[in-house]
Structures are given as structure tokens and as C-alpha cells.
């Protein structure tokens, strides 16, 4: 049972244009939400969290939306550059003090230059 | 090196052999974690451990064994390696701090297992 659902395995954008990445989850009870971002052959980096007392959180080129009535939240990129083309993976967490982190399935995107 | 490493990077094993990926960091968080990457099922989490010699299963724990005897190692094995193993494994630490729950991933093994 898929708790945390990126439904878009891939996503290919033009430079410069906004990158829209959505993620859905079913579990009622995360209450923290973030956006890991990974290169080939490299681990995961953190990029943005939100909080569900929140619904948007913006670092930069980055903001990340929640809408905790239909469980989804979405990061925006703009404008979408060339580094940004990676795997972007959203995760949630349960309770505060959790640690524990579930993960989506992941979104390729692609920039075209 | 600071951070957080793994060993080896990558790995080719028969079926039925036991085999082991390490995992260390430098940082002493308290937190580890042991992740598996497969296609269409994103990052799945196999055990984590929240301090020296406690250690609690996750989503996919069947065929694993951990063990944490220092806070900066965190071992996996695979006491009988199956085809269905294959798959890039992730190590990542973490810091309880009152959020934002980051979690600070190694660089993967990359593991076959023919």
C-alpha cells in the first residue's frame, strides 16, 4: 500500500518555464512533508519541507504547496534550469519527534535547454 | 572523510551467499537508516535504528539483519542473498532536532545478485 504517490514517473520541461511536481498521500496522520532531490549515481539531498500548520514554504527558486483537505502537495521550480534535472522524490512523516520517513516513487524531470 | 560513506559501491554476489554493505558517518547523529531504491517503488525503507543497539524493522525487513554496536556504523547483511536483493541501497543519519526531519543520505551500493 502506496502511503506517499507520485503519480508522474517523468516530466520534461523547457528552461526557463516552471516545473510543477505533484505527490499525494493517503495517510491522515503526516504531518511533515519534504522534497528530496537526487543525481545518478548520487544519494538523496534534502531540497525544501513544509510543515501541515503551513501551506507553502518558499526557499529561492523553490516553493513547496500543501492542501491538507485533499492530501496533496506540489513543488514549484521557476525558472527551471538544466541542474535542475534530476529525480525528485517527495517524503512524509508521522507525529512529531518521528524520524521516520516514507517516501513517493519518484519524479524524473528534464530540462530542455 | 566527514559525512556519511558506504562500502562497497558496488557488488556482484551469487544467490545464496551472504554479503554485507557497511555504512558510516562522522557526524554522531543519533538516527541511521537503510533504504532500498527499485524502480516504481521509490525509496523503501528496510531498517533504522534510533541509537547504539536499538535497532526496529521498516516496510521491507524480510531477508535483512542489522546490527548497531558503535553510533557511527550501520551494517546491513544479507544472510542469504535472492535475486529479488538486487536493487541500490541507501544509508542515511539524521538528527532528532525538532525538525525538519532531514535525513543526510550516503552515496549507494549498487547490488546484483546473480
Known amino acids: 500500500d502506496q502511503q506517499v504517490k507520485q503519480n508522474s514517473p517523468s516530466l520534461s520541461v523547457q528552461e526557463g518555464r516552471i516545473s510543477i511536481l505533484n505527490c499525494d498521500y493517503t495517510n491522515s496522520m503526516f504531518d511533515y512533508f519534504l522534497w528530496y532531490k537526487k543525481y545518478p549515481a548520487e544519494g538523496p539531498t534534502f531540497l525544501i519541507s513544509?510543515?501541515?500548520?503551513?501551506d507553502k514554504n518558499e526557499d529561492g527558486r523553490f516553493t513547496v504547496f500543501l492542501n491538507k483537505s485533499a492530501k496533496h502537495l506540489s513543488l514549484h521550480i521557476v525558472p527551471s534550469q538544466p541542474g535542475d534535472s534530476a529525480v525528485y522524490f517527495c517524503a512524509a512523516s508521522e507525529d512529531f519527534g518521528n524520524e521516520k520517513l516514507t517516501f513517493g516513487t519518484g519524479t524524473r524531470l528534464t530540462i530542455i535547454p | 572523510d566527514a559525512g556519511i560513506t558506504q562500502s562497497p559501491r558496488y557488488k556482484i554476489t551469487e544467490t545464496g551467499r551472504q554479503v554485507t554493505l557497511m555504512c558510516h558517518q562522522t557526524w554522531s547523529h543519533s538516527y541511521m537508516f537503510w533504504y532500498r531504491q527499485d524502480l516504481g517503488h521509490g525509496l523503501r525503507l528496510i531498517y533504522y535504528?534510533?541509537?547504539?543497539?536499538?535497532?526496529d524493522k521498516g516496510e521491507v525487513p524480510d531477508g535483512y539483519v542489522v546490527s548497531r554496536s558503535k553510533t557511527e556504523n550501520f551494517p546491513l547483511t544479507l544472510e542469504s542473498a535472492t535475486r529479488s536483493q538486487t536493487s541500490v541501497y541507501f544509508c542515511?543519519?539524521?538528527?532528532?532536532?525538532?525538525?525538519?526531519?532531514?535525513?543526510?543520505f550516503g552515496p549507494g551500493t549498487r547490488l546484483t545478485v546473480t
Open positions: 513544509i510543515s501541515s500548520i503551513k
Open positions: 542515511a543519519s539524521s538528527e532528532p532536532s525538532g525538525g525538519p526531519y532531514e535525513q543526510y
Open positions: 535504528s534510533a541509537a547504539a543497539d536499538i535497532t
